[in-house]
């Protein structure tokens, strides 16, 4: 097999923004990317008056994930505050009875707004020590976890748990085939298993190389 190397994007570290509170239902965001570098967004939602409801702020930035924020059930607008007032720029939903979710977003500077992606941790099955693998390149992925292969189709997700070795350590691998059946590895490393965490793997497009591997460990409160 030939091997060709790709772009891959470090680590992104946990913040918690101001003004959550400690109840259900609860969100936590996965921001890929953004409109902007330190945007200041709004949690709202629109009510039938058509004002809006605040549930906090947020400084978003690329490769950034939040802390458990407090959202009702149903629509969460992303807003930024203009001297109008609050202008939705992307929306996810929380589905109802709901105890946590995961929302991860991108950014779509073409339209200028945000796209979401809602996952239920528990019923995917996304627990501690195990790694969420999300395809949203236009490619076929191939991944390793360990002694794990996972082929991970154009928009599909797969969770598994990877095995370590007697060092604690196992194998992280993330490429694909390109147009003349050459494996293109875009991610090769081996990584520190966590029993107390949760990985998530999110392979990208790309137009120079088909595919960027950003890796984000999640940690704290995962539940």
């Known amino acids: 097999m030939a091997f060709a190397p790709c772009l ?6 946990t913040a918690t923004p101001g003004g959550t509170r400690d109840s259900a239902p609860k969100v936590r965001l996965v921001f890929l990317s953004t409109l902007a570098q330190d945007e200041v967004l709004v949690l709202a939602s629109p009510g ?3 004002k809006w409801t605040e549930h906090g702020e ?10 458990w924020l ?3 059930a149903g629509e969460t607008h992303l807003t930024r505050r203009t001297p109008e007032g609050l202008v939705s720029k992307g929306k996810f939903n929380v589905p109802p009875r709901a105890r946590s979710v995961l929302a991860v ?3 779509d500077p073409a339209a200028e707004n945000y796209r979401s992606k809602v996952i239920d941790p528990a019923k995917q099955g996304f627990a501690r020590g195990s790694t969420l693998v999300m395809n949203l390149s236009k490619n076929s992925a191939l991944v390793v976890l360990g002694g794990t292969r996972l082929t991970v189709e ?3 997700t797969k969770v598994s748990k990877a095995t370590p070795e007697a060092n604690g350590m196992y194998r992280m691998l993330a490429g694909y085939k390109d147009k003349d059946d050459k494996l293109v590895v875009c991610y ?5 298993s966590d029993s107390k965490a949760r990985e998530f793997l999110f392979l990208l497009p790309d137009e120079n190389t ?3 591997v950003l890796s984000l460990p999640e940690f704290g409160d995962v539940d």
């Open 70 to 72: 407090e959202v009702p």
């Open 58 to 67: 947020l400084k978003a930035r690329p490769s950034f994930i939040t802390d």
């Open 154 to 156: 154009p928009a599909a």
């Open 8 to 13: 891959v994007a470090e680590p992104a570290s």
């Open 188 to 192: 090769d490393r081996y990584v520190s």
């Open 48 to 50: 039938e008056d058509g």
């Open 105 to 107: 977003i991108v950014a």
């Open 210 to 212: 088909g595919l960027r």
